[in-house]
Every structure is written in C-alpha cells, then in structure tokens.
C-alpha cells in the first residue's frame, strides 16, 4: 500500500489552524491523513477535494469551538474554506463531517467510507473491516499514533463528567 503522508487541502487548512490546535497537532494531522488513507483505500481511487477538505475539518471544532460537541462547528469549517479550494458541493462535504460518527451507514458511498475510514483509525484498527492489519500497519508506521487516542479518552472522560446524560454528543443515530 502506497502511504500518502501529506495532502495540500490538509497541510494548508491544518496549517491555518496551528495556534489552535497547539500541541495536539501532530496527533491530530496523523489521525487526519491515516484516515485519508484508509478512506483512499475503501474508495479504491483518491480522495477527492472535497473528502480531503472534511478530513481536515471533521474534528477541528473540538479546538476552534472549544467543545466536545464539535460536529457543527467543524462543519461550518466546511463552508469557510470550500470556495479557496475550488469546492462547490458544501453540503456533501458537510454532510461527510456531521455523518462520521453515525452508528448506522448512510446511503452515500463517499459518506460511507469516509465513516468507515475514521472508525478503522478511532478503534485503531480493531474494526477495520474492509483493511487488513497490514493496511493500518502500513499506514501507522509512517503516520504514527501520537498520544491521539490518549487525548480521544481523557478529553471523552472530562466532557462525560460534567455531561453525564450526553456524555458523547458527537455520535449519531
């Protein structure tokens, strides 16, 4: 598997959002460009622009909104910078960050890997179906992990503590 390791709408979005995301960044490009990657996989072509521009947003509220209930304020992310890409289809792009985190598929096929692609990486391969453990291997290798799930539980557990009857606002039926 050829690993793709940067992804100029990534770098550049990303890049825009340093001071934000702070130390925590290279967590978060890792996890952002793993699950390019296994999205390019499930896809079996590359991701297209608009794909590219809702990985580097899809989590990014959590930092810009200050909240764990970042899915709105990531989407709106969408709509900020998809006319400097080139990016007509905003609610496709939209439509694949507010989806990520749905229990259940979406009937889109471009949504759907994306869903699929962010789980594999979230669960560190664990469900990974339909990637192999030589596929995340391969990709965590050159992308390696970070802390990123470290920071995924201790922010989850602070967020539940203080939100105990919606301790996981981020997940969709």
Do not use: C
């Not at 792009?93 to 759907?112: G, I, K, N, P, Q």
């Amino acid at each position: 598997m050829q690993v793709r390791t940067s992804h100029p709408i990534v770098d550049a979005i990303l890049d825009r959002y340093r001071r934000e995301v702070g130390t925590a960044l290279p967590a978060y490009r890792n996890h952002v460009l793993r699950s390019l990657n296994y999205h390019q996989l499930l896809l079996g072509e590359p991701v297209p622009g608009t794909a590219a521009l809702a990985w580097a947003v899809h989590d990014l509220g959590i930092w810009t909104a200050g909240t764990w209930d970042y899915l709105d304020p990531s989407a709106d992310l969408v709509s900020k910078h998809a006319a400097e890409f080139g990016i007509d289809d905003i609610e496709g792009t939209r439509r694949m960050v507010l989806d990520h985190h749905r229990l259940h598929a979406t009937d889109d096929r471009l949504s759907e890997t994306f869903r699929l692609a962010d789980r594999i990486d979230a669960t560190r391969g664990l469900l990974r179906r339909p990637a192999t453990r030589a596929d995340i291997e391969a990709v965590a290798a050159q992308l390696p992990y970070e802390g990123f799930h470290t920071f995924l539980i201790r922010r989850g557990v602070a967020y539940a503590l203080t939100h105990p009857t919606r301790p996981l606002p981020m997940v969709r039926w």
